[in-house]
């Protein structure tokens, strides 16, 4: 997949000297990283709404910023969708007319997407009488409907409650999906970026450290340090391929998960987190046990931690797990790289982060 966002920059904004590389092929691709290491800031050059020093911006192949070719597109001819976290809603106009200002889309296709946002019902609304999460969603579709070429979030999902981050995080993902427009959806919570995200970006005080697939940037050793998380786990993509006992069966190649039955259709796509704290591990493979999830594995590398030790682990099919067991447990299983062992997961354990199809 050819990078819908190419980004290389360097900038000194307020004294603060920075720079960041990176690009993304995916629908969403979360730039993450804890408060205060220049998300916003990157967010404002790419936009145009600040200046860096050098570098280039690129977006779906067209260059918007290239300080070697002397190429500077102004920030309102970019057509770049900067979304604040305040949302910055017009308090004198409606929900339907803030939706309206700047809209390059039929009332239709406007009325569409409101729909998707759940927020048709509001259209004759003002923004004093909206909860921040209406708000933000009234903001998402007024951005998509100036059919930006991008849309970048700026924490759009400070101060809701888990059930509204879970809406919005879906809105985020379907309109990036309705609308073509690339996203670029800024956080420094790991589960939005599990949830929302395709690509994603790990940002450390003014720099740039990783970016790639969720995955590649999950397992990555500085994004458990960065984000202040003990266990950032493993992920799983799955395929739901058939339900009993109040169960689904979730496939990975030969790889297969049961999970507790919240209504998924058969086919839909997972993704799945598992933590290294909730999977045990066995020699051998356990009988009158209700632990269900017994995943043969082979130990693909050992970690030592001042409390015990993190092993990874490697199905036959090339699926990648996480264990953390304690010092006791590793010298009592006598357990070393090579060896074939059983990963014990509860099905309750794992937690679905993304439904798709």
């Not at 997949?1 to 920075?18: C, F, K, N, Q, T």
């Not at 450390?204 to 450290?209: I, L, Q």
């Not at 987190?273 to 999830?293: F, Q, T």
């Not at 693909?300 to 010092?327: C, F, H, N, W």
């Amino acid at each position: 997949m050819s990078a819908a966002v190419d980004i290389a920059l360097r900038w000194h904004v307020a004294e603060d000297p920075g720079n960041a590389t990176f690009s993304a092929g995916g629908d969403v691709t979360a730039l993450i990283g804890p408060s205060g290491v220049g998300k916003s800031t990157l967010a404002r050059l790419i936009a145009g709404l600040s200046q860096p020093t050098e570098g280039h911006v690129r977006v779906n192949g067209e260059t918007l910023y290239d300080s070697a070719a002397g190429v500077n597109v102004s920030a309102y001819k970019r057509g770049i969708a900067l979304v604040p976290q305040d949302s910055a809603l017009f308090p004198h106009l409606s929900v339907k007319a803030n939706i309206g200002f700047g809209a390059k889309i039929a009332e239709a296709e406007i009325a569409r997407y409101a729909e998707e946002a759940g927020i048709g019902h509001l259209m004759d609304r003002r923004p004093h009488t909206l909860s921040g999460g209406e708000a933000r969603r009234v903001a998402i579709v007024r951005a998509l409907a100036t059919q930006p070429k991008l849309l970048i979030l700026d924490e759009p999902m400070t101060g809701l409650d888990p059930v509204r981050r879970r809406d919005l995080m879906t809105l985020i993902r379907t309109s990036a999906r309705l609308s073509g427009v690339p996203v670029i959806l800024i956080t420094h919570q790991i589960e939005e970026m599990l949830f929302a995200a395709d690509d994603a970006v790990l940002m450390a005080p003014a720099r740039t450290v990783t970016s790639g697939p969720i995955e590649t940037v999950l397992a990555h050793a500085e994004t458990a340090r960065l984000l202040n998380i003990d266990d950032a786990g493993s992920l799983i993509e799955a395929t739901v391929g058939g339900r009993q006992d109040g169960l689904i069966s979730c496939c990975n190649g030969n790889t297969s998960l049961m999970l507790p039955d919240d209504g998924e259709p058969e086919g839909c796509r997972l993704r799945l987190r598992v933590l290294g704290r909730d999977v045990a591990l066995s020699k051998h493979a356990l009988e009158d046990v209700s632990i269900l999830n017994q995943i043969e594995c082979r130990i693909a590398g050992v970690t030592e931690r001042p409390s015990g030790y993190d092993i990874a682990l490697e199905t036959a099919d090339g699926v990648q797990l996480k264990s953390r067991i304690t010092m006791r447990s590793y010298k009592a299983l006598n357990l070393k790289e090579g060896d074939t062992v059983f990963a014990l997961i509860k099905a309750v354990a794992v937690k679905e982060m993304l439904v798709e199809g």
